[in-house]
């Protein structure tokens, strides 16, 4: 079956910086959209960043946006978020997803087929 397992998720100050990873099996990974999305504390899941399936084109959400950057390899199914100069507001749980057939420019949780775990992301000030 299909798993995304994510992981490099911790404890940092504010202006550090954290690289999460995300290993998929069970799929074709090279042939999947990949996206990040986070989930704080009594708030939705939000949109992060996501990466097409050749890792040509990415998007960002606006508030991550020159601080975050999303590759991908897909000769090791792998796809990663540097986090560079974090903020307190960026802590939260952080799940990688994959999406094959979405139209780009759409980047709704519903818009993708299969989720990780999630890894803890803690930013303290």
């Known amino acids: 079956q299909v798993q995304l397992v994510e992981s490099g998720g911790g404890s940092v100050q504010a202006g550090g910086s954290l690289r999460l990873s995300c290993a998929a099996s069970g799929l074709t990974f090279s042939t999947y959209d990949m996206g990040w999305f986070r989930q704080a504390p009594g708030k939705e899941r939000d949109f992060v960043a996501a990466?097409?399936?050749?890792?040509?084109?990415?998007n960002y959400a606006d508030s991550v946006t020159g601080r975050f950057t999303i590759s991908r390899d897909n000769a090791k199914n792998t796809v990663y978020l540097q986090m560079n100069s974090l903020k307190p507001e960026d802590t939260a749980v952080y799940y990688c997803?994959?999406?094959?057939?979405?139209?780009?420019?759409?980047?709704?949780?519903?818009?993708?087929?299969?989720w990780g775990q999630g890894t803890q992301v803690t930013v303290s000030s």
């Open positions: 997803a994959a999406r094959r057939g979405a139209s780009w420019g759409r980047f709704d949780t519903q818009e993708y087929n299969y």
């Open positions: 990466i097409t399936w050749r890792g040509i084109v990415a």
